[in-house]
């Protein structure tokens, strides 16, 4: 396991951009595949991107070409670049690791969670 810690939500208006970032430690960060998720009210959480060790990313359709999945290996950090924002993506974003990027329940570590706040 692996501690997460998010940062970086906030309230801004539709069209505008946020960066979240992760800071994890306790773990060799390494080991683990990273993702973000969401959660809006009455809704359950849904994958929004996921990045392995090496790099390679995965977007949820809705967010393909808005959203930007990145990690720093050395720094222990992973960012989420969310711009065009729409009101739709208003919700609570969770940091998450993952040995082999299945993020089931009892295997993955999440963290506290942001709230990403659209308005129209």
């Known amino acids: 396991q692996v501690q997460l810690v998010e940062s970086g939500g906030g309230l801004v208006q539709a069209g505008s951009s946020l960066r979240l970032s992760c800071a994890a430690s306790?773990?060799?960060?390494?080991?683990?595949?990273m993702g973000w998720f969401r959660q809006a009210p009455g809704k359950q959480r849904e994958l929004v991107a996921r990045?392995?060790?090496?790099?390679?990313?995965n977007y949820a359709d809705s967010v393909k070409g808005r959203f930007t999945i990145s990690r720093d290996n050395v720094k222990n950090m992973m960012y989420l670049q969310m711009n065009s924002l729409k009101p739709e993506d208003t919700a609570v974003y969770y940091c998450?690791?993952?040995?082999?990027?299945?993020?089931?329940?009892?295997?993955?570590?999440w963290g506290q969670g942001t709230q990403v706040t659209i308005s129209s």
């Open positions: 990045i392995t060790v090496g790099g390679i990313t």
């Open positions: 306790g773990r060799t960060f390494t080991s683990f595949v």
């Open positions: 998450a690791a993952d040995r082999i990027g299945a993020f089931r329940d009892g295997f993955a570590s």
